[in-house]
C-alpha cells in the first residue's frame, strides 16, 4: 500500500510560482513512476507531468511546457512539481499519483492517488 501526501499549494498572483511536494509513506516509492495531474471546477482530472522512477523520462501536457518541471528525489522519496508563471487557467486541485508501468496522460493506468492540495492563481 502506498500513500500519497501532497503539500505546497496555496494562493499566487498571476506570474508567481509555486512548488508543490508529493511524499508517498508506507512504501517506498523510489520503484514507481510518478505524475501529476489536476482538476479545475466542473472538468475532467487532466494529466500534467510525469516522470519515470529513475527520474530520466518526463512528460508534460502542452499547456504547462517550459513553465512547470517535474522532477523527484529519490533520497527523500519526494516528487516535486516546480510551477512558474502561474496563470488563473492553472487554478485546480492538483494531485500526484503513482504507477508501476505508466508516466504519461491515461490516468486509469496510476494506483494510487494523494488526497489533492489547492492551488489558486489570482489575476
Known amino acids: 500500500q502506498v500513500q500519497l501526501v501532497e503539500s505546497g499549494g496555496g494562493l499566487v498572483q498571476a506570474g508567481g510560482s509555486l512548488r508543490l511536494s508529493c511524499a508517498p509513506s508506507?512504501?517506498?516509492?523510489?520503484?514507481?513512476?510518478m505524475a501529476w495531474f489536476r482538476q479545475a471546477p466542473g472538468k475532467e482530472r487532466e494529466f500534467v507531468a510525469g516522470?519515470?522512477?529513475?527520474?530520466?523520462?518526463?512528460a508534460y501536457t502542452d499547456s504547462v511546457k517550459d513553465r512547470f518541471t517535474i522532477s523527484r528525489d529519490n533520497a527523500k522519496n519526494t516528487v516535486y512539481l516546480q510551477m512558474n508563471s502561474l496563470t488563473p487557467e492553472d487554478t485546480a486541485v492538483y494531485y500526484c499519483?503513482?504507477?508501476?508501468?505508466?508516466?504519461?496522460?491515461?490516468?486509469?493506468?496510476?494506483?494510487?492517488w494523494g488526497q489533492g492540495t489547492q492551488v489558486t492563481v489570482s489575476s
Open positions: 516522470i519515470t522512477w529513475s527520474g530520466g523520462n518526463t
Open positions: 508506507g512504501r517506498t516509492a523510489s520503484s514507481y513512476h
Open positions: 499519483a503513482t504507477s508501476a508501468r505508466h508516466w504519461g496522460p491515461v490516468k486509469e493506468l496510476y494506483q494510487y
